[in-house]
Nanobody, 125 residues
Framework: QVQLVESGGGLAQAGGSLRLSCAASGLTFSQYTMGWFRQALGKEREFVAGIKWNSGRTVYTDSVKGRFTISRDNAKNTVYLQMNSLKPEDTAIYYC??????????????????WGQGTQVTISS
């Protein structure tokens, strides 16, 4: 059974940090481009960060550049999102996503093969 399970969400204050983890099972993790999307209440799901399966190249949406860092550990089948200098506008449900041998520059919802169930991140001002 292919599965992505997120953890690490919760409540933090503005300026604080959180680290999200996404554990993958049932798939050959090293061959998947991995990423994070988020969806705020009443808004569409948006791309946050991605890391390519072979090169490890990373891409970020402009609003999180310099604050968020995506990384992966292929030995642990896990992708991480380190979120620093958090802002209230970062409040959303964060979803882990996997795209088999996908590119990272065009990593969009339409290319995703597997989604996680999501984890809530709430940032208070």
């Amino acid at each position: 059974q292919v599965q992505l399970v997120e953890s690490g969400g919760g409540l933090a204050q503005a300026g604080g940090s959180l680290r999200l983890s996404c554990a993958a099972s049932g798939l050959t993790f090293s061959q998947y481009t991995m990423g994070w999307f988020r969806q705020a209440l009443g808004k569409e799901r948006e791309f946050v960060a991605g890391i390519k399966w072979n090169s490890g190249r990373t891409v970020y949406t402009d609003s999180v550049k310099g604050r968020f860092t995506i990384s992966r550990d292929n030995a642990k089948n896990t992708v991480y999102l380190q979120m620093n200098s958090l802002k209230p506008e970062d409040t959303a449900i964060y979803y882990c996503a996997a795209d088999f041998r996908g590119g990272v520059s065009d990593f969009g919802p339409e290319s995703i093969d597997v989604w996680g169930q999501g984890t809530q991140v709430t940032i208070s001002s």
